[in-house]
């Protein structure tokens, strides 16, 4: 848990330094109850914000939430768990180091955007539901809209440098596809 109001820096500071070398979850605790402060926290990394005064249920139910995402995003079940290594065609996405690479090329990501994809490629071919989403990958009780998801899903799409990546649904949600790249004229 991180309070936004330190008396040497700000908890924003102290928050984007954690996100430089861990994936540690982090939960903004603030009596700062504007959009926009929530917005920057948990678009500079954290997983989830708190506002004072808070009941202590509702604290107990989030940090167990963000700790179901972490368990999920950290590959701690599944087949692929051990190796923490997924490769989906040229992309390849290290949960461990949390790094994706194509064709060799590292692509670098925000926290958010990785985890979302790491969600999105866990099974290939399946629509996943704009909610459904936001639920998993934010937060049970997201308060936004779904263009944060919308900006996020355009980012990854832009640094991957194929829009194919990621297949929008029409009135559903998205859905990981590994592009077919036709073969070279011999």
């Known amino acids: 848990m991180l309070d936004l109001g330190l008396p040497d820096m700000d908890g924003t500071d102290v ?3 954690i996100r430089l070398t861990s994936q540690t979850p982090i939960i903004v605790v ?7 402060d929530r917005v920057i926290s948990l ?14 249920r509702e604290l107990v139910a989030r940090i167990r939430a963000v ?3 972490f368990a999920h995003a950290g590959g701690d079940s599944g087949p692929e768990a051990d190796g923490a290594e997924r490769t989906r065609g040229a992309l390849v996405i290290d949960t ?4 994706v690479t194509l064709s060799g090329t590292v692509v670098y990501l925000t926290p958010k955007e990785f985890d979302l994809l790491v969600y999105l490629s866990d099974d290939p071919g399946a629509v996943f539901r704009r909610g459904d989403i936001l639920h998993d990958v934010w ?6 809209t779904t263009k944060t998801l919308d900006a996020h ?3 990854i799409r ?5 829009p194919a990546w990621i297949e929008s649904v029409r009135g559903v949600g998205f859905r990981f596809e590994v592009p077919i790249v036709p073969a070279a004229p011999a």
Do not use: H
């Open 153 to 155: 899903i355009a980012a």
């Open 30 to 36: 603030s009596a700062r109850d504007d959009e926009i």
């Open 15 to 17: 928050c984007r330094a």
């Open 158 to 162: 832009k640094k991957l440098g194929n």
């Open 139 to 144: 937060d049970t009780n997201w308060y936004g």
């Open 67 to 69: 700790s179901r995402r």
């Open 96 to 99: 461990r180091a949390q790094r």
């Open 43 to 56: 678009e500079i990394g954290a997983d989830d914000y708190v506002i004072k005064p808070f009941g202590m």
